[in-house]
């Protein structure tokens, strides 16, 4: 049984940074893909970015070049540093593994960003 703990979550002004953090208790990381995945008020969940075991990073292309997913295995954790906040940011964000959920989903991180 795996639980994600998802932390790090707050409100900003567009421009903000934040960093989230999501604790994997119950496995190792390092076997698995890791993905950051982020769910708006009334719309579904989509995948946001990933990490392989090797390093390897995706974005989606609304992300690419304001977001960096990094992992730390030694520490179970998974890290989603998001610069230059948009309105549009505004979600839950969830870890989880990827491309495929394949943990039972943690309580998420809200991130608020407003003018």
């Known amino acids: 049984q795996v639980k994600l703990v998802e932390s790090g979550g707050g409100s900003v002004q567009p421009g903000g940074a934040l960093r989230l953090s999501c604790s994997a208790f119950g496995s190792k990381f390092s076997i698995n893909a890791m993905g950051w995945y982020r769910q708006a008020p009334g719309r579904e969940r989509e995948w946001v970015a990933r990490i392989t075991s090797s390093g390897r990073t995706m974005y989606i292309d609304a992300v690419k070049g304001r977001f960096t997913i990094s992992r730390d295995g030694d520490k179970n954790t998974v890290y989603l540093q998001m610069n230059d906040l948009k309105l549009e940011d505004t979600a839950v964000y969830h870890c989880?593994?990827?491309?495929?959920?394949?943990?039972?989903w943690g309580q998420g991180a809200q991130v608020t960003v407003s003018e």
């Open positions: 989880n593994s990827a491309p495929y959920s394949e943990y039972a």
